[in-house]
Nanobody, 124 residues
Framework: VQLQASGGGLVQAGGSLRLSCVAS????????VAWFRQAPGKDREFVAG???????TYADSVKGRFTISRDNAKSAEYLQMNSLKPEDTAVYSC???????????????????WGQGTLVTVSS
């Protein structure tokens, strides 16, 4: 499965961005999908995910501001980011896997398929 991410850029604090990730897999509906991010000098962290197509999970730091969604007909996942803060600045990567179990859904090591990162920069 190949994933292609897009949508990053430079935005002022309080602004919005929408990230997109398109998969090459036509049976994408059976995959759990997620977004992770990595800020300079920090470890990669979970941002949001949809477990087995139904249940969305968010990191506490983005709850109420970010929304993850998917369009199985387009084999795509999205991350709508509102009320962006400078601390949201990072390289965002999409991930997918068909074998995710509930307990590992927020762990980057559980995902085998990754898109290239897209840089999100939030200025103050």
């Amino acid at each position: 499965v190949q994933l292609q991410a897009s949508g990053g850029g430079l935005v002022q604090a309080g602004g919005s961005l929408r990230l997109s990730c398109v998969a090459s897999e036509r049976t994408f509906s059976g995959y759990s999908v997620a977004w992770f991010r990595q800020a300079p000098g920090k470890d990669r962290e979970f941002v949001a995910g949809i477990f087995r197509g139904t249940t969305a999970t968010y990191a506490d730091s983005v709850k109420g501001r970010f929304t993850i969604s998917r369009d199985n007909a387009k084999s795509a996942e999205y991350l709508q980011m509102n009320s962006l803060k400078p601390e949201d600045t990072a390289v965002y990567s999409c991930a997918a896997d068909s074998r995710i179990i509930w307990s590992s859904r927020t762990s980057s090591s559980a995902y085998d398929y990754w898109g290239q990162g897209t840089l999100v920069t939030v200025s103050s």
